[in-house]
């Protein structure tokens, strides 16, 4: 049974760094064709593609958002952090991370329930 | 990459079949066998229904099926449901990204 669940903080203030963990079990992310993904969905539009990470370490960003995103993994731990520069009241949105696999291709099929994340002053 | 459009709402009655569309680009919907459409109930997560143009992930009733012509693809859920009602999402793959439709509000009269 794969879950995934996402932490970290609700409020962040403009210009701040939002750091989010996602916590998963029922995989490895050393296992071959794993990988690991964040999306977010502002209220009331749709989810937007931010970032993945595969089994081997590789990554991939979204490139309109590239210069701001980190995203990396602790195998040991089976997390992944997120990491999203010179937050902006734009940014405000539900956090998702979800667990792909290569047969699966682009998609993701497990979802975190998701984590509200506020930008405000 | 801009967005994948797809209807704002569509509806149908219970029983009767419908079929939402995402169009985008060869460069996205066109050029890779990685159409994914998910469902999405207020306030969950989406769920997936369908990836690679047409698979359904176990579990999924084959009441919804999808296919894709050019640029377009399209999601037919058959015997319309109550519980079909809800946001749908198409995504695809962009070579580089992953990239999701506006969204298509269902709803079950």
């Known amino acids: 049974q794969i879950t995934l669940k996402e932490s970290g903080p609700t409020l962040v203030k403009p210009t701040q760094t939002l750091t989010l963990t996602c916590a998963f079990s029922?995989?490895?992310?050393?296992?071959?064709?794993?990988?690991v993904g964040w999306i977010r969905q502002p209220p009331g539009k749709a989810p937007e593609w931010l970032a993945l990470?595969?089994?081997?370490?590789?990554?991939r960003y979204s490139p309109s958002l590239k210069s701001r995103l980190t995203i990396s993994k602790d195998t040991s731990k089976n997390q992944v952090l997120f990491i999203m520069t010179n937050m902006d009241p734009v940014d405000t949105a539900t956090y998702y991370c979800?667990?792909?696999?290569?047969?699966?291709?682009?998609?993701?099929?497990?979802w975190g329930p998701g984590t509200l994340v506020t930008v405000s002053s | 990459q801009s967005a994948l459009t797809q209807p704002a709402s569509v509806s149908g009655s219970p029983g009767q079949s419908i079929t939402i569309s995402c169009t985008g680009t060869s460069s996205d919907v066109g050029g890779y066998n990685y159409v994914s459409w998910y469902q999405q109930h207020p306030g969950k997560a989406p769920k997936l229904m369908i990836y690679?143009?047409?698979d359904r992930p176990s579990g999924v009733p084959d009441r919804f099926s999808a296919s894709r012509s050019g640029n377009t693809a399209s999601l037919t859920i058959s015997r319309l449901q109550a519980e079909d009602e809800g946001d749908y999402y198409c995504?695809?793959?962009?070579?580089?990204?992953?990239?999701f439709g506006g969204g298509t509000k269902l709803t079950v009269l």
């Open positions: 690679e143009v047409s």
């Open positions: 979800g667990h792909g696999y290569d047969s699966f291709g682009s998609s993701f099929d497990y």
């Open positions: 029922g995989f490895s992310l050393s296992t071959r064709g794993e990988r």
């Open positions: 990470i595969y089994w081997d370490d590789d990554k």
């Open positions: 995504s695809s793959y962009t070579s580089t990204h992953v990239i």
